[in-house]
Nanobody
Framework: VQVTESGGGSVQAGGSLRLSCTAA????????MAWFRQVPGRHREVVAA????????EYDDSVKGRFTISQANTKDSVFLLMSDLKAEDTAMYYC????????????????????????WGQGNQVTVSS
């Protein structure tokens, strides 16, 4: 499975950016795809997730009302629209997928844990200047 991200870049506070993520190399099945972010010296933290298939979405409280995660009709891509960006949103953003599904990981880790996800993109930098 290959996870490929695009988008990101630099923007001023209050602006918007869109991240895209495509997963390839697997037979479609339902499961979570998510966006995480990480700054140097800190743990990787979840931003948002979508359950591919039903389209159910989950968000970290820090981005609710500002970020929107969505899935493509083809079910192999997810997008993160980031609006009203703040300086504290500056981070490396990673796309992650649990598809193909791993029942053991699903039992032991919630959607918000990076340990749930087996497949990761290379990361895209998002920089917000105030």
């Amino acid at each position: 499975v290959q996870v490929t991200e695009s988008g990101g870049g630099s923007v001023q506070a209050g602006g918007s950016l869109r991240l895209s993520c495509t997963a390839a190399g697997f037979v479609y099945e339902s499961g979570y795809m998510a966006w995480f972010r990480q700054v140097p010296g800190r743990h990787r933290e979840v931003v948002a997730a979508v359950f591919v298939g039903s389209g159910r979405t989950e968000y970290d409280d820090s981005v609710k009302g500002r970020f929107t995660i969505s899935q493509a009709n083809t079910k192999d891509s997810v997008f993160l629209l980031m609006s009203d960006l703040k300086a504290e949103d500056t981070a490396m953003y990673y796309c992650a997928s649990e598809i193909p599904f791993d029942a053991r990981r699903e039992r032991n880790h919630p959607w918000s844990s990076p340990l749930r996800y087996r497949y990761w993109g290379q990361g895209n930098q998002v920089t917000v200047s105030s």
